[in-house]
Protein backbone atom coordinates (compact mmCIF):
# COMPACT_ATOMS: atom_id res chain seq x y z
CA UNK A 1 0.00 0.00 0.00
CA UNK A 2 1.24 3.33 -0.88
CA UNK A 3 1.71 5.93 2.13
CA UNK A 4 -0.17 8.51 0.10
CA UNK A 5 -2.73 8.21 -2.94
CA UNK A 6 -3.95 9.97 -5.57
CA UNK A 7 -6.09 9.99 -8.48
CA UNK A 8 -3.76 10.27 -11.50
CA UNK A 9 -6.45 11.89 -13.97
CA UNK A 10 -6.93 13.57 -15.97
CA UNK A 11 -9.01 15.98 -14.04
CA UNK A 12 -10.79 18.12 -16.50
CA UNK A 13 -12.83 20.75 -15.87
CA UNK A 14 -14.11 24.10 -17.62
CA UNK A 15 -13.06 27.56 -17.18
CA UNK A 16 -14.25 29.37 -13.83
CA UNK A 17 -15.74 26.23 -12.34
CA UNK A 18 -14.21 24.58 -9.06
CA UNK A 19 -11.78 21.83 -9.40
CA UNK A 20 -11.93 18.89 -6.37
CA UNK A 21 -8.47 17.32 -6.02
CA UNK A 22 -8.56 14.34 -3.28
CA UNK A 23 -5.55 12.85 -1.64
CA UNK A 24 -5.29 9.70 0.83
CA UNK A 25 -2.70 8.77 3.41
CA UNK A 26 -1.97 5.21 5.09
CA UNK A 27 -0.04 6.89 8.37
CA UNK A 28 -2.88 7.63 10.80
CA UNK A 29 -0.02 9.65 13.13
CA UNK A 30 0.54 12.04 9.88
CA UNK A 31 0.41 15.43 10.98
CA UNK A 32 1.58 18.13 8.12
CA UNK A 33 -0.08 17.80 4.50
CA UNK A 34 1.31 20.14 1.41
CA UNK A 35 0.23 20.42 -2.19
CA UNK A 36 2.22 21.25 -4.80
CA UNK A 37 2.15 22.22 -8.13
CA UNK A 38 4.43 21.06 -10.93
CA UNK A 39 4.30 22.45 -14.42
CA UNK A 40 5.45 20.29 -16.89
CA UNK A 41 9.12 20.21 -16.97
CA UNK A 42 9.38 22.19 -13.94
CA UNK A 43 9.56 21.66 -10.23
CA UNK A 44 6.93 21.22 -7.54
CA UNK A 45 5.98 24.56 -6.09
CA UNK A 46 4.31 24.51 -3.33
CA UNK A 47 0.47 25.72 -2.61
CA UNK A 48 -0.80 25.36 0.73
CA UNK A 49 -0.07 23.75 3.90
CA UNK A 50 -2.54 22.36 6.00
CA UNK A 51 -2.21 21.11 9.62
CA UNK A 52 -5.24 21.38 11.26
CA UNK A 53 -8.74 19.41 10.77
CA UNK A 54 -11.28 21.92 8.77
CA UNK A 55 -10.83 24.15 5.94
CA UNK A 56 -7.86 26.44 4.96
CA UNK A 57 -8.01 29.18 2.72
CA UNK A 58 -5.86 31.17 0.43
CA UNK A 59 -7.34 33.12 -2.01
CA UNK A 60 -8.75 30.71 -4.34
CA UNK A 61 -7.49 27.72 -3.08
CA UNK A 62 -8.65 25.73 -0.03
CA UNK A 63 -7.04 22.74 1.54
CA UNK A 64 -9.59 20.29 3.51
CA UNK A 65 -8.41 18.07 5.81
CA UNK A 66 -10.27 15.32 7.33
CA UNK A 67 -7.59 13.57 10.08
CA UNK A 68 -10.86 10.35 11.02
CA UNK A 69 -10.80 9.55 7.07
CA UNK A 70 -7.42 9.87 6.47
CA UNK A 71 -8.56 12.50 3.44
CA UNK A 72 -7.19 15.45 2.12
CA UNK A 73 -8.26 17.57 -0.55
CA UNK A 74 -7.77 20.88 -2.26
CA UNK A 75 -10.24 22.99 -3.94
CA UNK A 76 -9.73 25.08 -6.67
CA UNK A 77 -12.63 27.82 -7.28
CA UNK A 78 -12.44 29.93 -10.48
CA UNK A 79 -10.09 27.76 -12.48
CA UNK A 80 -7.97 29.13 -15.07
CA UNK A 81 -5.97 27.57 -17.99
CA UNK A 82 -3.35 28.13 -16.14
CA UNK A 83 -4.15 26.37 -13.03
CA UNK A 84 -3.42 23.56 -15.42
CA UNK A 85 -0.60 21.48 -13.98
CA UNK A 86 -0.16 18.28 -11.90
CA UNK A 87 -0.92 18.36 -8.61
CA UNK A 88 0.96 16.84 -5.78
CA UNK A 89 0.02 15.48 -2.81
CA UNK A 90 2.59 15.32 0.63
CA UNK A 91 2.36 14.28 4.09
CA UNK A 92 4.40 14.43 6.56
CA UNK A 93 4.64 11.00 9.04
CA UNK A 94 5.22 11.28 12.68
CA UNK A 95 8.77 9.87 11.74
CA UNK A 96 9.88 13.00 9.48
CA UNK A 97 9.72 11.54 6.53
CA UNK A 98 7.66 13.02 3.52
CA UNK A 99 5.38 11.19 1.32
CA UNK A 100 4.41 12.47 -2.16
CA UNK A 101 1.76 11.13 -4.28
CA UNK A 102 2.04 10.51 -8.19
CA UNK A 103 0.41 13.32 -8.35
CA UNK A 104 -3.52 14.57 -10.62
CA UNK A 105 -3.20 15.56 -13.51
CA UNK A 106 -5.73 18.87 -14.29
CA UNK A 107 -6.86 20.13 -17.54
CA UNK A 108 -8.67 23.73 -17.33
CA UNK A 109 -10.44 24.15 -20.78
CA UNK A 110 -11.34 27.65 -21.89
CA UNK B 1 15.74 36.18 -1.82
CA UNK B 2 17.06 33.48 -4.44
CA UNK B 3 15.36 30.13 -4.22
CA UNK B 4 16.90 26.41 -3.79
CA UNK B 5 19.39 26.04 -7.40
CA UNK B 6 20.44 22.82 -8.34
CA UNK B 7 23.74 21.90 -11.02
CA UNK B 8 23.75 20.85 -13.92
CA UNK B 9 20.09 21.15 -15.07
CA UNK B 10 20.50 18.00 -17.14
CA UNK B 11 23.61 15.45 -17.41
CA UNK B 12 23.74 12.56 -19.55
CA UNK B 13 26.37 9.71 -18.70
CA UNK B 14 27.45 6.14 -19.56
CA UNK B 15 26.66 3.30 -17.18
CA UNK B 16 29.64 3.07 -15.03
CA UNK B 17 30.53 6.72 -14.75
CA UNK B 18 30.92 9.29 -11.94
CA UNK B 19 28.55 12.11 -11.65
CA UNK B 20 28.28 14.71 -9.23
CA UNK B 21 24.90 16.73 -8.40
CA UNK B 22 25.38 19.77 -7.09
CA UNK B 23 22.44 21.69 -4.67
CA UNK B 24 22.23 25.06 -3.20
CA UNK B 25 19.83 25.98 -0.68
CA UNK B 26 17.71 29.34 0.20
CA UNK B 27 19.84 31.04 2.54
CA UNK B 28 19.91 30.45 6.34
CA UNK B 29 17.54 27.25 5.72
CA UNK B 30 18.75 24.44 7.77
CA UNK B 31 17.07 21.64 6.32
CA UNK B 32 18.10 20.38 3.28
CA UNK B 33 16.48 17.05 0.93
CA UNK B 34 17.27 15.14 -1.49
CA UNK B 35 14.81 13.91 -3.63
CA UNK B 36 14.08 11.57 -7.08
CA UNK B 37 11.34 11.42 -9.27
CA UNK B 38 11.90 7.65 -11.84
CA UNK B 39 9.44 8.37 -14.61
CA UNK B 40 5.71 7.92 -14.05
CA UNK B 41 6.56 7.40 -10.68
CA UNK B 42 5.94 9.48 -7.62
CA UNK B 43 8.97 11.65 -6.32
CA UNK B 44 10.60 9.28 -3.69
CA UNK B 45 12.62 10.63 -0.48
CA UNK B 46 16.48 9.95 -0.80
CA UNK B 47 17.73 11.83 2.43
CA UNK B 48 17.89 14.60 4.46
CA UNK B 49 20.29 16.92 6.01
CA UNK B 50 20.39 19.18 9.34
CA UNK B 51 22.88 21.71 8.56
CA UNK B 52 25.55 19.16 7.80
CA UNK B 53 24.62 16.63 9.76
CA UNK B 54 22.91 13.19 7.72
CA UNK B 55 19.43 13.31 9.80
CA UNK B 56 17.86 10.74 7.50
CA UNK B 57 19.16 8.84 4.73
CA UNK B 58 17.30 5.95 4.98
CA UNK B 59 16.08 6.55 1.21
CA UNK B 60 19.52 6.42 -0.38
CA UNK B 61 18.82 2.80 -2.95
CA UNK B 62 22.34 1.83 -2.33
CA UNK B 63 26.10 2.60 -1.73
CA UNK B 64 26.61 3.81 -4.75
CA UNK B 65 25.24 7.11 -3.84
CA UNK B 66 27.27 9.26 -1.49
CA UNK B 67 26.07 13.01 -0.32
CA UNK B 68 27.69 15.81 1.95
CA UNK B 69 26.56 18.56 2.93
CA UNK B 70 29.83 20.55 3.59
CA UNK B 71 29.42 23.11 6.37
CA UNK B 72 25.99 22.90 6.22
CA UNK B 73 25.86 25.01 2.53
CA UNK B 74 25.62 23.59 -0.68
CA UNK B 75 25.09 19.60 -1.08
CA UNK B 76 26.58 17.38 -3.11
CA UNK B 77 25.31 13.78 -4.17
CA UNK B 78 27.44 11.48 -6.53
CA UNK B 79 26.44 8.64 -7.33
CA UNK B 80 29.32 5.76 -8.52
CA UNK B 81 29.17 4.01 -10.35
CA UNK B 82 26.06 5.08 -12.26
CA UNK B 83 23.42 2.28 -13.36
CA UNK B 84 21.00 2.66 -16.00
CA UNK B 85 18.20 2.48 -12.97
CA UNK B 86 19.64 5.84 -11.92
CA UNK B 87 17.82 7.47 -14.79
CA UNK B 88 15.70 10.20 -13.21
CA UNK B 89 14.80 13.81 -12.06
CA UNK B 90 17.10 14.35 -8.82
CA UNK B 91 15.74 17.43 -6.94
CA UNK B 92 16.62 19.10 -4.04
CA UNK B 93 14.39 20.90 -1.43
CA UNK B 94 15.29 23.08 1.38
CA UNK B 95 12.72 24.18 4.32
CA UNK B 96 14.00 27.03 7.16
CA UNK B 97 13.91 24.93 10.59
CA UNK B 98 12.20 21.54 12.48
CA UNK B 99 8.75 23.25 13.36
CA UNK B 100 8.58 24.93 9.69
CA UNK B 101 7.98 22.10 7.48
CA UNK B 102 7.07 23.68 4.11
CA UNK B 103 9.73 23.03 1.84
CA UNK B 104 10.90 24.62 -1.23
CA UNK B 105 12.29 22.85 -4.33
CA UNK B 106 14.91 23.50 -6.43
CA UNK B 107 14.55 23.15 -10.59
CA UNK B 108 15.75 19.63 -10.48
CA UNK B 109 18.55 17.66 -12.41
CA UNK B 110 17.34 15.32 -15.13
CA UNK B 111 19.78 12.73 -15.17
CA UNK B 112 20.45 9.99 -18.18
CA UNK B 113 22.07 6.86 -17.87
CA UNK B 114 23.21 5.37 -21.37
Known amino acids: QKEVEQNSGPLSVPEGAIASLNCTYS??????FFWYRQYSGKSPELIMSIYSNGDKEDGRFTAQLNKASQYVSLLIRDSQPSDSATYLCAVRTPDNKFYFGSGTKLNVKP | EAGVTQFPSHSVIEKGQTVTLRCDPI?????LYWYRRVMGKEIKFLLHFVKESKQDESGMPNNRFLAERTGGTYSTLKVQPAELEDSGVYFC????????????FGPGTRLTVT
Open chain 2, 27 to 31: SGHDN
Open chain 2, 93 to 104: ASSHGILVHEQY
Open chain 1, 27 to 32: DRGSQS
